[in-house]
């Protein structure tokens, strides 16, 4: 199901410092949105950006929705109990999921731990955890919604460089211009930021160019950015351990680290 052929990692250079243009002004309202574009688009350009992902700039629209789902996000804290019902069903329920997509391609796996030392269950776990095994990858365009949170005020200095990724992704043909993704711009499989995207991306098919809407690319790309995290092969992952703790650097939350290491556990036995 997932072609594995001689991986090629996309050399990556750091995102370029635009130092010497003026940061494009943020904005609360879509008022100031297509004014904010024209100055970036000089910050872009400043950063490498070329014709490609200019265009995609200049077609961008404001995205009301990702702004709706940023500002109502309550911060609601669940008990892992709570988090496991909620996101995954249940932990033997998921873990079974993840092994009939496993069983088919054991020598893909396989090669992927031997390579980044990251073992299946973990893969699986990020796979479904993120999207339901792809099934849902998100409803809202991947440049606008960057867009629109690099302008807006609350967050611009975070989500700026991301943004000057996904617009490097369109050039370089990783994005097209109207790809959907979630509501922050997070793409793919396993939803990658675009300036993660850029820097661990990995091409494992072959085809010369790194889609993580593919799923060999995408699992791929994510053992990668764990190994590059300092993912120790051989080694538990379960809370208390080193790897546990490069879990975190995937995402921030406790809880979310600890579902991820209990599916595993239950995918790799």
């Known amino acids: ?37 024209a100055a970036f688009a000089q910050e872009a350009a400043a950063a490498g950006v070329g014709e490609r992902g200019l265009q995609a700039l200049a077609q961008a629209r404001y995205s009301q929705r990702t702004i709706n789902a940023d ?3 309550t911060g609601v804290r669940y008990s892992f109990e709570d988090f496991v019902r909620i996101r995954l069903g249940s932990l033997d329920g998921f873990a079974a999921q993840a092994r009939r997509r496993l069983e088919p391609n054991r020598a893909f796996f396989a090669a992927l731990e031997q390579r980044y030392g990251v073992p299946a269950g973990i893969l699986l776990s990020i796979h479904g955890m993120e999207t339901g ?43 097209s211009p109207t790809q959907l993704g979630a509501f922050h711009g997070e793409l793919g499989h396993t939803q990658f930021l675009p300036g993660n995207a850029l820097r661990y991306g990995v091409d494992i098919d072959g085809d010369g160019r790194v889609n993580l809407y593919e799923t060999g690319d995408a699992l791929a790309s994510t053992a ?17 351990s080193h790897n546990f703790s490069v879990i975190g650097e995937w995402n921030a939350a406790t809880v979310y680290q600890q579902a991820i290491a209990a599916a595993a556990a239950r995918i790799d036995r």
């Open 1 to 37: 199901m997932f072609p594995f052929r001689r991986a090629s990692l996309t050399a990556l250079p750091a995102l370029l410092c635009a130092a010497a243009v003026a940061a494009a002004p943020c904005g609360d309202t879509s008022a100031g949105f297509e004014q904010w574009k």
């Open 71 to 73: 500002r109502n996000q």
């Open 133 to 175: 095994f792809g099934r849902t990858m998100g409803s809202e365009p991947v440049v606008s919604s960057i867009l629109t949170v690099a302008y807006d005020c609350r967050r611009a200095e975070f989500f700026t460089p991301h943004a000057i990724a996904a617009l490097q992704m369109v050039d370089r043909g990783m994005l």
């Open 224 to 240: 990668n950015f764990l190994a590059r995290k300092g993912w120790r092969a051989g080694e538990g992952y379960q809370p208390g």
